[in-house]
């Protein structure tokens, strides 16, 4: 069964190349520990809540955009095992050392998960 890592973050809209640009080389290392797709997503319509939403989530100010991320995997196994390969990585592989390719965003806001489907419709 597939497994999906979701992401939020709030990104400086000065930001937006920067942000498609580590989002380019990051996830391609990321496709080679196993991914089998990579979203990245600019906020397009992304209304005000009258109790929670996406900026308030992710603490987004007037001048960031929130970004909707997703990675799909084949399997949870794959995902863990392609997660500890990236935290390695990180260390190793100049395309996606902090210092080569550092996140144009506030990490600390991020919010992120893993999920396992329980409904898919495909056409």
């Known amino acids: 069964m597939s497994y ?3 992401f939020v973050i709030a990104v400086p809209k000065a930001n937006k190349e920067k942000f498609v640009r580590h989002a380019e080389i990051a996830d391609a ?3 080679e520990m196993g991914a089998t797709r990579i979203l990245e997503c600019w906020e397009d319509d992304v209304p005000d809540g009258k109790v929670t939403d996406f900026r ?3 603490q987004a100010k007037e001048d960031e955009a929130v970004a909707f991320s997703w990675i799909e995997w084949p399997d949870k196994t ?3 095992a392609g ?3 990236m935290m390695t990585a990180m260390e190793s592989d100049a395309r996606i050392s902090p210092e080569k390719n550092p996140m144009p ?3 600390v806001r ?3 998960g893993g999920f396992v489907p329980v409904v898919t419709l495909e056409k």
């Open 4 to 6: 999906i890592d979701g």
């Open 29 to 31: 290392v990321i496709m």
């Open 56 to 58: 308030r989530a992710v």
């Open 78 to 80: 794959t995902r863990d």
């Open 83 to 85: 997660m500890k390969k």
């Open 105 to 107: 965003f506030d990490g």
């Open 110 to 112: 991020m919010i992120f």
